[in-house]
Nanobody, 128 residues
Framework: VQLVESGGGLVQAGGSLRLSCTHSGLTFGDYAMGWFRQAPGMKREAVSLIYSGGGSTFYSASVKGRFTISSDNAKNMVYLQMNNVKPEDTAVYYC??????????????????????WGQGTQVTVSA
């Protein structure tokens, strides 16, 4: 399994950025896929998740209404559209995936478990 993030960079507060995650090797069943971030000196936190089987998404309270997660299963891509970014969004953003099925509940239930697959991360810096 391989997850590769792209799209990070420097953006001014109030601006927009789109992160992309290309994944390969996720061939067995459905997955909870999404984005986590870690700022210097801070714990890693979940930002947004999407269920690969469709119909379930999760957003943290800090990004809800500003960020939108989407996926294109045909292209093996997961995206995070970040609008109205704030300096506190500055962090390394990681794409991650974990085996999941809708029978287990909403996609945010996957946060109870350690995600199995991670990308290398992409830096997002928001200037004031």
């Amino acid at each position: 399994v391989q997850l590769v993030e792209s799209g990070g960079g420097l953006v001014q507060a109030g601006g927009s950025l789109r992160l992309s995650c290309t994944h390969s090797g996720l061939t067995f069943g459905d997955y909870a896929m999404g984005w986590f971030r870690q700022a210097p000196g801070m714990k890693r936190e979940a930002v947004s998740l999407i269920y690969s089987g469709g119909g379930s998404t999760f957003y943290s309270a800090s990004v809800k209404g500003r960020f939108t997660i989407s996926s294109d299963n045909a292209k093996n891509m997961v995206y995070l559209q970040m609008n109205n970014v704030k300096p506190e969004d500055t962090a390394v953003y990681y794409c991650a995936a974990e085996l999941w099925t809708a029978h287990w509940g909403p996609v945010e239930g996957s946060l109870k478990y350690e995600f199995d697959h991670w990308g290398q991360g992409t830096q997002v810096t928001v200037s004031a």
